[in-house]
């Protein structure tokens, strides 16, 4: 095979490859090893090629070069990585759930560079606890007696079920047995924290008698799980936290309500109840997430009752769930701007926009696109959150010879990645998670997918 031959005999060395300029730039970017361990790569695959017949014309030094440059590149690039939510849902648990506004970002990055007092009480030089200032903020912002911070919704709720039930039981309606996501089930979680779970009522109803007879010396809690992502509609019944709360007095026992999504303010014409109403109603315990309606990063929050959070306090799952420094940060910064300017929290933002200002945003896109239609959409909050609520936006609809799959899984490779939403064949940009400051960006992304 002399053809095969004389191309083995072209292919450069590794050691000719490094002499140029361009080889000289790509060391400096990712170091001599790196480079020289990718040439030997692409060359040995070149021999392979050349000796299974498959390879004709040898590329030439610079595209050699070119090649390795570009996989060096992809090598070095972040498997986490910034993408540009078109899909409509505000608070996508796979796309991060809540954007942090720019105050929370500033005091991550405040303590995250160097120090900071995270367990170090600055009166006294002692030590001190790493909650406190986020207590303060939250008692203020909801009226609980006391309050505490951990990492996620569910850890909030299996640290306080684990603590208050003591391996007793603990009674949550047929109705409230909810799978959250990802196959995080409530029922699994009250298992884990030791307790036994007595399900009462139908899925549809259950009435405060069901709560009643259900109760033996064994019970410790009521347990009342906000529905999240589904509703029952039709012929049902719940019990409301103030009528277990009233049973719960007379019979010496606690009630946790797991809210989900940890409304602040009330929002009008929106049947979730704030913390504080949950609060009032006199749950002795509430459990939240930190990057669902609040808008902050992900964490859990357990508020209520000084007894009942005294328990917790001392309980050794909560050094297991605590939060880290960074998380602190941005929820103490988060809660502050909810305290004084909660228009700055983007989620609260968001899901204020008016239909007219997402109707301008998709124009501007569709301007700076060049291609596709306007069209009224039907988005959501997400999260969990306020499931049957629809909110108007607007979207720019792509309709291409390639087919939406393809067009969506172009936008996905891009940097930042574009996430849109497929619909009849074409593929939606919606507005109401983009920002002003992302529509060029997004455009760009476009350009490229396109080729
Ligand atoms: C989201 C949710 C949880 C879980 O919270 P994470 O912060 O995701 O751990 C638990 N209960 C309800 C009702 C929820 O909506």
Partial sequence: MPMSKNLLRDLPQVQKLLESSEADALCTEYGRTCLINV?????????????????????????????????????????????????????HTNLGRAPLAAEAIA????????????????????????THSLENLLRELTGAEAALAVNNGAAAILLALSALSDGGEVIVSRGELVEIGGGFRVPDVIRQGGA????????????LADYRAAITPETRVLLKVHQSNFRT???TAETPIGELAQLARSKNLLVVADLGSGLLHETPGSPEPTLSQALAAGADLVTCSGDKLLGGPQAGLILGKESALDRIRTHPLLRA??????????????????????????????????SGTLQRRAESLLTLL??????????????????????????????????????????????PAVIGRISEGRLLLDMLAVTDAELPVLAEALKAALG
């Avoid at 036994?196 to 009435?207: D, F, I, Q, S």
């Fill in 233 to 235: 509609i039709g012929f």
């Fill in 196 to 207: 036994k779970l007595v399900e009462v009522g139908a899925t549809n109803k259950t009435r």
């Fill in 321 to 354: 769930v605590r939060l880290d420094k960074m998380s602190l940060a941005a929820l103490e910064a988060t809660l502050l701007l909810h305290r004084d300017t909660p228009e700055r929290v983007p989620v609260y933002a968001m899901l204020r926009q008016s």
């Fill in 370 to 415: 060049g291609i596709g239609a306007l069209e009224r959409t039907e988005a959501f909050a997400g999260g969990g959150s306020l499931p049957e609520e629809r909110i108007e936006s607007w979207a720019v609809a792509l309709k291409l010879p390639g087919g939406a799959d393809h067009l969506a899984a172009a936008l996905r490779a891009q940097t």
């Fill in 107 to 130: 005091a991550v990055e405040d303590v995250a560079r160097g120090y900071c007092n995270l367990e170090f009480d600055l009166s006294t030089g002692k030590r001190g606890s790493r």
């Fill in 39 to 91: 040439l030997r790569d692409d060359l040995a695959a070149l021999r392979t090629q050349i000796t299974a017949g498959s390879l004709t014309e040898i590329p030439d030094r610079q595209s050699l070069l070119a090649r390795a440059g570009a996989k060096l590149s992809l090598r070095s690039r972040l498997g986490l990585r910034r993408a540009i939510n078109a899909t409509g849902i505000v608070l």
